[in-house]
């Protein structure tokens, strides 16, 4: 069973900041890849960043230049820094994990999503 607990939502100006969090806990054997994914109301969800293994990251377009993901190994713990926030960034972010476990198993699990609302 895992447990992924986020934080780091809340309500923001234009052009402001946030930091959200995420730590990965249970019958983790070791992580392929942590990520964050919004989704606004009424639209579908959809990937904001992703951090592999190895380190590597991805992101999507709107979030190239704003936001930078990070992750701590140690910690199994993924990090979203949003800067210059709009209110379009405006959505329930969810943590994301794709893990290994037991002999040769792998799977994935969502957080519960933490609100962001960016407005004046």
């Known amino acids: 069973q895992v447990q992924l607990v986020e934080s780091g939502g809340g309500w923001v100006q234009p052009g402001g900041s946030l930091r959200l969090s995420c730590a990965a806990s249970?019958?983790?054997?070791?992580?392929?890849?942590m990520g964050w994914y919004r989704q606004a109301p009424g639209k579908e969800r959809e990937v904001v960043a992703v951090i592999v293994s190895g380190g590597k990251t991805h992101y999507a377009d709107f979030a190239k230049g704003r936001f930078t993901i990070s992750r701590d190994n140690a910690e199994n713990t993924v990090y979203l820094q949003m800067n210059s926030l709009k209110p379009e960034d405006t959505a329930a972010y969810y943590c994301?994990?794709?893990?290994?476990?037991?002999?040769?198993?792998?799977?994935?699990?969502w957080g519960q999503g933490t609100q962001v609302t960016v407005s004046s």
């Open positions: 249970g019958s983790i054997f070791s992580i392929n890849a």
């Open positions: 994301y994990v794709d893990y290994n476990y037991g002999l040769g198993h792998r799977g994935d699990y």
